[in-house]
Every structure is written in structure tokens, then in C-alpha cells.
């Protein structure tokens, strides 16, 4: 970090002094990541290229947004910024794990990260990425950072070799770097995803429409679904906490039997759910849960949303409770 910076959060929060660099911001978590760190920081500065992120999640961004590609060769960082990032948050990425092409998600991916940790090297930010649960496969439960990285599609690799390169460089050029492995993110500013948007969105779509709840047979699965004002909170955490990866989750499985029972509730609706086939079987993840137990003792962050609280906030802020 840059001599003489402080690092305590409290001194973040009330009024601190800090420049900080969202890439992705455009996109759900990096949107979400950035309303909420303008209000702490002095200079907020988004890169995006639009390719997957929204402009109308930024309504009421008060900070400058530049529109570039940070995954192509020789990226000239000075030409877009006037500022060295005491903190870069890198959220960039095709989050697609039904994308057609591999090989652009590897490259898109990859070389972005790699241009951010080498343009981290000279402006001496800290670098707080976001990594996914898809590393560990179809791994036993619960996933604890020391579990077996088995990832089974293209997406969950390039998470993977993310993971591998910043730890070469913390290793190899004395970068902070935190990697956090996000579960299954669900909130606000997901709906220009699509199909890639949480099960949670889109079970509540057909919904509210009258329509029976389409989930794949019979509907047992789980998932560690985690809010993203927990996972906002969990960058903030990460801000302070060493180098490293770790998991951002509930540590508690919901499976997709009773998120369609919290949606009943919370939206006043009595649908029985439509079990069909699932066609994603090769890389399909039954079961998620994270051990959350090296993010509450190395980052002190702890999820304060449980399944029915986040849905329910979650409703409210689409309109539809």
C-alpha cells in the first residue's frame, strides 16, 4: 500500500481517504459494490466495456466510468486514469458457464486478470478479486479453502488459474491480494443476466406471472445461496484482511424446494413447483456449502442475511412484496 495509507476500516468508513478502481462495474456485484463504496471513498473510478454489465445499474453512480476492455492486449491503464488505485476491486469477468465459446471466456478472463495484477504492481493497489465456489466441482461439502479444486466447465477454470496466478504474484512481487470465492449470489441489479441471473430471480419471475415454478427433479439440490449485500460487505471486509483466498457464504444449504416455499410466502402465492429434467448434468453442482470458518476468523466477516431474509428484502426492492 501506498506509505503512509491508512488501513483501518472504522477510518474508511468515517471519512477516510482512498482511491479505488471497480473493473466490472457495471456488472451485478461490481454496480452493487460501487454505490455502496462511493460513500466512502474520494475518487471511484469504474472500468467496463459494456459487453455483459448494464448502464441502468449505475443510476446514481456519482464517479467516472470508463468504457474499455481491460482483457486486450497491452492495456494502457494511463490512458484512461489519472490516479493510482489505492485499492483495485476486480469483478470483470463473463459469468456465463453456458457460453459457447471457451476459448474467448479463457482469454476474456484471464488476460483481463492478468493485465489487473500487473498494472497492481505499479500503482501498488491492493487487489480484491472475485473468485467462485465452481472451483471446487462436484466436491464433497462442506468446501473449505484447503478442499480439492476439481472445476468442471470453462468458467470455473479460468477461476482457477486466477486463483494460481495471484498467488504468484503475491508470492513473486510482494502484491496484497485477496481472492474471494463467491457461493451462489442472488439481489438487486442481476436482471440484465438473463438466463445466467439466480435461480432466485428467475423462480420469482414466473411467479409473480401465475406460473408454476420450473426447477429441475425434485427440486433436492442445495445451494449456499448468499445475498449480495453480504457479499458488498465481504469486499469491504477483504479490504483489510491478509492475502489470500477466501469462501463468501452462508454456510447453510437452501435447496430449491424451499426457495420456492419462501417465495410462496413472501409473495402471497401458492404454486406447486414443475419438476423437469436437468439437462447440465456433466457439470451440473448438486450440492454447495461453504466453510465459512477462515472468512470469520482471517476477514471477520460473518453473512447477516439467512434465506428468508434475503429473499424477502430482495422481493421488496423488485416490487413485488
Known sequence: MKEGFFKNLSFFIYGG??????????????????????????????????????????????????????????????HYLDFEPDYIFHEASNTDTTYPDDKEMLRSNIEGFRNVLEFAINSQAKV???????????????????????????????KYILENMAKKYVE????????????NVYGPRES???????????????MKEGKKPRIFEFGEQFRDQIYIKDVVEANIRAMEAPSGVY??????????????????KVLGTTLEPDYIKNPYTQ?????????????????????????EAGIEDYMRWLGFA
Open 17 to 78: 481517504f482512498m482511491d479505488i478502481l471497480i473493473t466490472g462495474g457495471a456488472g451485478f456485484i461490481g454496480s452493487n459494490l460501487a454505490l455502496h463504496l462511493q460513500k466512502m471513498a474520494d475518487n471511484i473510478t469504474i472500468v467496463d466495456d459494456f459487453s455483459k454489465g448494464d448502464y441502468k445499474n449505475l443510476e446514481g453512480f456519482e464517479g467516472d466510468v470508463v468504457v474499455a476492455d481491460i482483457s486486450k492486449e497491452n492495456m494502457d491503464w494511463e
Open 128 to 158: 480484491i478479486y472475485a473468485s467462485s465456489a465452481g472451483v471446487y466441482g462436484k466436491g464433497t461439502i462442506p468446501m473449505s479453502e484447503n478442499s480439492q479444486r476439481e472445476p468442471k466447465n470453462a468458467y470455473a477454470f479460468s
Open 172 to 183: 513473486n512481487y510482494d502484491l496484497e491480494c485477496v481472492g474471494l470465492r463467491y457461493f
Open 192 to 206: 440484465f443476466k438473463g438466463k445466467a441471473a439466480s435461480m432466485i430471480y428467475q423462480l420469482a419471475l414466473q
Open 247 to 264: 469462501n463468501v457464504g452462508t454456510g447453510k444449504p437452501t435447496s430449491f424446494n424451499k426457495i420456492v416455499e419462501v417465495l410462496n
Open 283 to 307: 457439470f451440473y453442482q448438486d450440492q454447495t456449502l461453504a466453510d465459512v470458518s477462515l472468512a470469520a476468523s482471517k476477514m471477520g466477516f460473518v453473512a447477516k442475511y439467512d434465506i
